[in-house]
């Protein structure tokens, strides 16, 4: 059913990515009708910027210097980030597929209609699990709380799940187990005033640019700064220490790094008896870790592991602060949970200068990953497993407590699922499975197995063109709503614009099906603010507790970090203040993880390590920013990193064509030969689609626990195909 | 600098002379000359004064000499090895490209229209309308045209240039007309241009914010008032009888009289400077065809070596000095290449803080 | 209080009413915001002014953004054969004036900075004039609105004396040039006045290019550190390639 029907070139002509390097009426440099305080639509920082909107569109942008989290500063994608509204790639109406020809448009009922009779058709001849929803992370918090909804109580099926499950999985995971709660423990005003920090996997100026001011003032404060990557990155090249770790070697080198703080006697004893549990194991394994074992491993040198424990041991303050870097792996919470060790011993978090930070990558990668859009979740970062859980959210619903499904599939595992042919019909939105899941030609293989496809976006994703419906859903701009950045901070979505032709806000989609779906009373909403309402309310008394917050409040206060229990509660920008951690005996919880090896390394055949991450004019699966023209430009196609020395072995020159081959596939692409990544490792980044996917290559091994995807690391070689194709054509710049 | 310049003192002696002969002998010995516009005449030979003396002021300083020195040895074939080396290649003759200079960059002004049609639209009605306006009055002015009727024939106007009678047509006739309101033809141009310069610096944001009022505002405001008294004049003696007509006529001869003395002092006379233009792409062309300059650090092919060379003469006439000396050798500053400069900022600034 | 902490710009220094543009280039990530805002400014949108390029790519990620550093005494507006380039009373050195510029590249060559850019296709040089448009009125240019750096920051001078760990200098010696300008570069504290040295960089003849990358910890100049030197390779699992 779902086979492609054009070309790919026909899909790029009609629509996109074409990118555009003015909106499509050209600049517009009149006086603007108003500006709009609101927030950039990427990455998790949420950015405040100024729209300035004329005439119902969006023409540019001015800094919003007063928001005090990034004042005025912005990265490449921020500035950019208003020429959306109106490019020319814009979907303005509904498209169902015509059997010869692609695409055909269609009224937003039409398109309602047959998806519902979709959805009935396979629950009706499958079973409601059958049909699929996944959502995405860069939505508002009304979103992820109104798919939720919708899945439990209009679909009714238990697979549900979002793409957050590729980014911000790991990281959740650890810290509910090592705190019991699943939040930044900082706001990242704490950075400045940390004297150390360690950047885990987080290639920070590339992929949350923002945050490199906020480390250079601690730098100006006195603060050592250490890095862990196998590349150079921007942040690395000045770092005071730099571990190139090998790829998959994450945990073994935080234990390494443990074994000389006990060693040395630079752990906080009185803090670990007095506020957590599991020491006793973790010390003995990390005894094995001496510096030369770890080096062994991880392939960062023995003095380096030595010289970051004197850094981090004897430190007044200090912080963590890690990425997929650590997170992307078959053992990712386990990463993150042996790094969170160095933090717990060394007693200091919740103090002001001292703790613990994830960086998010998606737009709303923490609150979209809170409100009841995940699997194995319900409002209020509730438990579905959890009877008193499940009983709560039922009342609240109005509905009853069986009717509510169980657990369900994760991301990777829904596509899985669609292969096995277990799962028949999916609706996705926001989401571009095909270019952000691992083993990208087996995804292209689920997607034309289904039996029905919808999807809802704002541009025609690639995953798109295989649907059968497409629903013209609306920008960030062109709705309002909150989200929840990567500190634990609520702010306020202002609307700009209304959607343009027939496009509607998601929401409004949402809804309308589940009022199709025979759900009127449990989706009549006139506006987002009263899904807002129902979601603080949802989540009173939950883990997640939003229930002091209102639009205004936000706004005036400029965000609001959660738990925010009252309306007179100022809200909780630091968490476990005075060693008060969420789990029931109030203690955070160390765990010991030996190092295993990832669940592909390398061998004879395939020597080198592959990894994959991101380039900071980018964004995820590139659907909005392969349109943007000073975007494409800046970094127009993935190139293939590697070491000079590594290249001068396969004879391979700066610029040649070189195919990088691992066990699902391969991809061809120009070498870019630069001395800032481990001789051992190769690196793209996976923001293009089709030919140019590194995700064709990469290994969709999950996490046991979160069920992340090991994208960070997997076995390949390289060749050389042949010369540059253009050889006046010059890489990097 | 002395407070007067010699030189550039007797290049404005020398045109405003010229123009005051041209007058002399263009009207016969003043015969055809109108007492009338004896203002005009006194303020075009001193405005032609100034000009020169603006001009050779300017034409002196060092980078703008060697251009024009190095144009016409261009023409003259005469210069340095790199002129003569590209002359030998005969790739193009100069006249060529001093031809197709001025045809591109004074007739066609193509260097505006792809800045921006819409300026190039303004600034082609109002070059165009100006230049129509002047080769129309100031011939008149200065008597090197009149008109006057055959003795027998009073219904017919006979052309007169510079005494010579070299075209005659009847009063009545089409030809009368379109000449007798030529002079109106170019106000309505200039009017057009006008509209479209006000409405641009009216509301485009990054001109409200950067525009002076002398060197922007200023010029227009005096191209307007001149216009508009001189269409006056003839709405005045047409529609209403003369009324206002004298009052009127004051007026636009001011408003001529502070025009012409603006151009040597302000934006107008960038309508001079731009031969300097002519010289440039001549310049470029020799230096395209000639010898290259390689960025000594890099290696790229940056600029023409004649270039390289004539800025390291006009730097030392002006008075910088970016030589470097040292132990491993010399080299000026001006052989390694802007882009590697930019790097080298970089380069020692991070080596000062070790980064 | 808690803006000393954090190293906020705070009331104490935002109070000063003199503002000045600090460069940082050691701060850069390359990530071209800079370049992006400039691009949207009203008088030349669509054409960025800030330059913005890695040093040496296959070397690191070192990257040099560079202003108009506004000189005192410009080079660019001596060399000018058309007097298109002005200084303002502020000391800001101007973009060409259009109707003048006769696009001869004379101060594309001869800024020490290497700032002008050349647009061949207007027959017109452009260069930066730290947003006059902007900060006429008050507002902070584009560049050193949003870089997330630091590399750019424009504010009192205040601020970068209490809370940066560099000092900024206005002075940079070109072999025998002195150049001083209007712009801050950030440096040593040691440092009054910015040596831009040039020999050092010159591939000398009889000198001969050593390899860096034929010996893993060979010293490699400040600024592009080398993977290969800080990690243990393992050339038994990569030798039979």
Redesign the interface.
Known sequence: MATLNLTEQEYIDRYGPNPA??PAGG?D?RQPDKLVKTHCCFCGVQCGIQLKVKENKVI??E?W?EFPV???????K???RYMQNEHPDRLKAHLIRSLDHGFREASFDEALDKTVAEIQRIQGAYGKDAFAFLGGASMTNEKAYLNGKFARVALQTANIDYNGRLCMVSAGAANKLAFGVDRSANPW?DI??AKVIILAGTNL??CF??L??YV??A???GAKIIVID?????????ADL?L?V?PGRDNALAHGILHVLVQRSWIDESFIANHTSGWENLESLVAEYTPEKT?QIT???AQ?IVAAAELWGPAETSMLLHARGIEHHTKGVENVLSYINLVLASGRIGK??SGYGTITGQGNGQGGREHGQRCNQLPGGRDINSPPHRQHIAEFWGVEETSIPQEGLTACEIIDAIEAGQIKGLLSISFNPLVSIPDSERTRAALEKLEFYGAIDFFMNETARHADVVFAGSLQEEDEGTVTTGEGRCVRLHNSVSPPGDARRDWEIICRLGQKLGQEKHFSYDKAGQIFEELTAASKGGPIDYSGMTYQRIEDEMGIFWPCPAPDHPGTPRLFENGKFHHPDGRAKFHAYPYRPPAED?D?EF??FFTSGRV??QYLSGTQTRRIG??VD?YPEPLCEM????A???GIE?GDRVRVVTRRGDIELPA?????????TLFIPYHWAGKKAANRITNRALDPISKIPEFKVCACRVEKIGPPENASTS??? | MPFLDKKAAIAGTVLAGLVALAVFTGSMGLRHFDPAVTLYTVGSILAAFAVGYRFTL?AQ????R??FLRGLQILTRRGPRAIRQSQARKKSLPEATLANATGE?FVAQN?IR??STYRWIMHLCLSGGCTLAFAITFPLVFGWVHFSSPPNDAEIYQVNVFGFAVDQFPVHGFKAFVMFNLLNFAAVLVLAGLGLAAYRRLT????R??QTFM?DLLPLILIFAVTVTGLMLTVSYKFLDGAGHHLMAIVHMWSVLVLLFYIPFG?LF?MF??S??LC?SL??KAGADGARAHC??CGDD??SQM??DD?KT??DQ?????????T??E?H??D???????????????????? | M?SD?????SADVEAEEEVEFFL??????????C???C????????HAMI?L??????????????VCMHCEDP?CA??????AIKQDDEGKV?TA????C?????C????????PKMHA????MMKC?MC???T??GK?P?CA??????ALYYGPRAYVEK????SPTREFH????TVKTKVN????PE?KA??????D????EGESETDA?ED?FAT?????????S?????HA??E??
């Open positions: 390097h003015t600049w440099n540019g942008f800094p210097e990034n004042r005025g500063k912005l990265c490449p921020g500035v950019k005003s400045p005033q100026a590339e640019p923002i490199t001011d250079w003032r730098r100006d404060n196998p590349r150079i990155t921007p942040i690395a090249r000045t730099f190139p090998r080096e392939g960062v040198p380096s002001p200068g390398i004879s020597p080198l900071v004019s000073g975007l800046q070491h000079p020395l590594l001068k072995k396969l700066d870019q030969i630069v001395r800032s990544i481990r001789p051992d890489h990097g710049q | 300017w300083r060092p980078p703008s060697m251009y960059n260097f792809r800045r485009n944001a990054g001109e914010a950067t060197e934006k960038h400077q731009r300097c233009s440039v310049y470029k000594v650090r940056y600029a270039h390289v800025l006009v730097l002006v008075g910088f000095n970016y030589r470097y000396a040292g491993k050798g080299v500053y001006q390694i290449c802007p882009h590697c400069r930019r790097r080298l900022l970089a380069l020692n600034q991070g080596t000062t803080l070790r980064r | 808690a902490l954090t190293n906020e710009p940082d280039p050691s701060r850069c990530i390359g990530c071209q915001a370049v992006q805002a691009a949207e400014c009203d008088t030349h949108r669509g330059h390029e890695y040093v040496d790519r296959p070397t690191g990620v070192q990257t040099a953004p560079v080079t001596k060399v000018c054969p058309a007097d101007h004036a259009k109707p003048r006769v696009a001869c590249s004379n594309v060559l001869a800024c020490p900075f290497g700032v296709e207007f027959d017109l004039d006059y448009d902007r006429s009125m902070k584009m609105t949003v870089c997330p750096s630091g809370y940066r760990q560099e070109f072999g025998a040039q570069m950030m440096t040593s440092v910015l040596p831009f040295d040039v020999l960089f010159l591939p000398w990358s893993l490699i100049r400040s600024g592009a550190p080398n993977a290969a800080a990690a243990v390779w393992d699992l990569t039979h390639l």
